[in-house]
């Protein structure tokens, strides 16, 4: 038998209870990162206990899409249940995307219930030198 002391761990498992667990319609928000690593905009999903074929990914103009759903196991049929925290249902989450990040070569990969986007910036939004002309004598302007 499991003996739980925190109380605030019961005010979220009876939040959750009263909101009931994520449907198509209503689903429930899963927590991200986002951050830039060199040429590529990278957001993580925490999705644990989500199958990879239980999760679908889309990008419609510059609005990206994750939606996962998270089944009950399978239990014996003598099997009592003493405690249920983990939440079930559907979690989604839609990001709206800058026009410089490469909608069109986004990576995805699903480790230890982590779903890791990787989205290229675009050429057109990377630093770049652009050249004077001022008569004969032309310079150059760095960042």
Not at 33 to 43: C, F, I
Not at 70 to 90: C, F, I, N
Not at 125 to 134: E, Y
Request: hydrophobic letters at 40%.
């Amino acid at each position: 038998m499991l003996m739980r002391t925190d109380p605030f761990r019961e005010l979220d498992r009876l939040a959750q209870q009263l909101m009931g667990p994520g449907t198509w319609s209503r689903p429930s928000p899963m927590p991200m990162d986002a951050y830039r690593e060199g040429d590529q905009y990278v957001v993580a999903f925490d999705i644990p206990g989500v199958s990879a074929d239980a999760i679908d990914i889309d990008v419609e103009r510059n609005m990206l899409t994750v939606k996962a759903e998270r089944r009950p196991a399978t239990k014996a049929d003598d099997a009592q249940t003493e405690l249920s925290e983990r939440p079930l249902g559907v979690f989604s989450r839609q990001i709206v995307l800058a026009d410089t990040l490469d909608t069109e070569h986004i990576q995805a990969d699903y480790d230890a219930g982590v779903l890791t986007l990787r989205i290229p910036i675009t050429e057109r939004a990377k630093p770049r030198k652009i050249s004077i002309g001022a008569g004969a004598g032309r310079k150059e302007i760095s960042d």
